[in-house]
T-cell receptor
Framework: EAGVAQSPRYKIIEKRQSVAFWCNPI?????LYWYQQILGQGPKLLIQ????????DSQLPKDRFSAERLKGVDSTLKIQPAKLEDSAVYLC????????FGEGSWLTVV | GENVEQHPSTLSVQEGDSAVIKCTYS??????FPWYKQELGKGPQLIID?????GEKKDQRIAVTLNKTAKHFSLHITETQPEDSAVYFC????????????FGRGTSLIVHP
């Protein structure tokens, strides 16, 4: 089966600019996650969707981060305006009985 | 919420040796414990998992053990090979429905040829 697809793989932006990441989960997976992984650390949950509803967004910095999952399939994560500390890998994952990750979108804010 | 501690942060072994990575969790309700391998530039890949109704699970050179009473679980890799070099993450969560895994900080495993 096809895995979790993410794009773009790499992005470099200046601080205060905006960026958007896209994720297509594994077909049939109702649950979708966005994680932030800072270099040298484990993934940290930003937001979890069940179909097109938000289950947990308690750790999402809502003043600058937003995410949506229209129609309960694809999802986008947006950062506006970006800060230097947002430099990280943004991992999308989906789950049926087990959670599977995409390759990640690497963001560098300069 | 759940808290997962993982040790060691770095593990260096010779090819052919065994490697053991240990994790502890805080929430006794957690019942699903996956392990992920992350190679440079890639996303975490599930390598093995264990549910709380079993104490041990093995898949070729990889095994995971779980001690529910002590709330700790371990990853064992035997006959290590250079391609085992990667960062390994443990996680703990409550399975079923909308579960949210909490990850350890990772162990960088280096296998020297």
């Amino acid at each position: 089966e096809a895995g979790v697809a993410q794009s773009p793989r790499y992005k470099i932006i200046e601080k205060r600019q905006s960026v958007a990441f896209w994720c297509n989960p594994i077909s049939g997976h109702a649950t979708l996650y966005w994680y932030q992984q800072i270099l040298g650390q484990g993934p940290k949950l930003l937001i979890q969707f069940q179909n097109n509803g938000v289950v947990d967004d308690s750790q999402l910095p809502k003043d600058r981060f937003s995410a949506e999952r229209l129609k309960g399939v694809d999802s986008t994560l947006k950062i506006q305006p970006a800060k230097l500390e947002d430099s990280a890998v943004y991992l999308c994952a989906s789950s049926g009985n087990t959670i599977y990750f995409g390759e990640g979108s690497w963001l560098t804010v300069v | 919420g759940e808290n997962v501690e993982q040790h060691p942060s770095t593990l260096s072994v010779q090819e052919g040796d065994s490697a053991v990575i240990k994790c502890t969790y805080s929430d006794s309700a957690s019942n699903y414990f996956p392990w992920y391998k992350q190679e440079l530039g890639k996303g975490p890949q599930l390598i093995i998992d264990i549910r709380s109704n079993v104490g041990e699970k093995k898949d070729q050179r990889i095994a995971v053990t779980l001690n529910k009473t002590a709330k700790h679980f371990s990853l064992h890799i035997t006959e290590t090979q250079p391609e085992d070099s990667a960062v390994y993450f443990c996680a703990a969560t409550l399975s079923g429905g909308s579960y949210i895994p909490t990850f350890g900080r990772g162990t960088s495993l280096i296998v020297h040829p």
